[in-house]
């Protein structure tokens, strides 16, 4: 069981550029240099009768401190078998609700790809709004579960996006992984979701 469990949902992983360049980045060079922290679940692979072992997944998560949710956007939201997957391993009386506190006190990260650029991503572009305002669901699962939501990592334009820039975006994602939970500027990140401004961040009062 690890610590770091990023859980992949690509419907057709095979024709993928974004999501499979990312998971190879974790790949290990040699077994020897496997990164115990880290377990990749592959959800479609896993499960492609959509038949979830909620209590292995449940395991995992149980283990895990931080999660990772690994998917391409698909129709503003997250493809299908992973809403089934919160459907049913987030249970009532396990993830949230009476007992339900299995997940409190972790870290949720969600690492997505868009098809749309950024500049689509605005009031004036096709997609009419800023990326982040299609995130609430994701954000108000985190808080509703006691997870700490962390600023997501996104490449926007995915199809478009040099072969150059899409290894950036891999080796980003492999280290902050390596570097977590000491990210810059995470120990501000509230469990709300609010950020606190340090004392030391504002001018003295007169
Ligand atoms: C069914 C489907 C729905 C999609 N919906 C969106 C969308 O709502 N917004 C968007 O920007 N891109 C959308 N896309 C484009 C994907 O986000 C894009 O192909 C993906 O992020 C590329 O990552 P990949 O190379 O790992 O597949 C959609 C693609 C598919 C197949």
Same mark, same amino acid.
């Given at each position: 069981?690890?610590?770091?469990l990023v859980i ?6 095979e024709?993928?550029r974004?999501?499979r ?7 290990p060079?040699a077994?020897s240099t496997a ?6 679940r592959d959800?479609y692979?896993l499960?492609p009768d ?12 149980a283990?895990?401190?931080l999660v990772?949710?690994?998917?391409p956007v698909?129709?503003?939201s997250?493809?299908?078998l992973l809403?089934?997957w919160?459907?049913?391993v987030l ?6 609700g009476?007992?339900g506190?299995?997940?409190?006190g972790?870290?949720?990260?969600l690492v997505?790809?868009t098809?749309?650029d ?8 096709h ?6 305002a299609?995130?609430?669901p ?7 579960t006691g997870? $700490? @939501? ?9 199809? /478009?996006v040099?072969?150059? =820039?899409?290894?950036?975006? !891999?080796?980003?994602f492999?280290?902050r992984?390596?570097?977590?939970? $000491? @990210?810059?500027?995470l120990?501000?990140v509230?469990?709300?979701g /609010?950020?606190d401004v340090? =004392?030391?961040?504002r001018? !003295?009062?007169?």
């Open positions: 069981m690890a610590e770091i992949a949902a690509h419907p057709t992983l024709h993928s974004v999501c360049a990312l998971l190879a980045a974790l790949q060079s077994p990164d115990p922290r880290t377990e990749v959800l692979a499960y959509y038949f979830i072992d909620i209590a292995a997944e449940q395991r995992a998560l283990a895990a401190r990772v949710w690994l998917h698909h129709w503003y997250m493809p299908p809403k089934l919160l459907d049913e249970a009532f009386g396990w993830a949230y009476p007992g506190t299995a997940l409190r972790k870290d949720l990260w997505a790809s098809g749309g950024e500049a689509s991503y605005h009031p004036g572009g997609n009419r709004h800023s990326f982040s299609f995130l609430p994701y954000e108000q699962t985190a808080r509703l997870m $700490r @939501w962390l600023p997501p990592l996104v490449l926007h334009g995915a199809h /478009r040099s072969e150059a =820039a899409l290894d950036v975006h !891999a080796q980003t492999r280290q992984l390596h570097d977590w939970p $000491r @990210w810059p500027g120990a501000m509230r469990a709300d /609010r950020f340090p =004392a030391d961040a001018p !003295a009062p007169d």
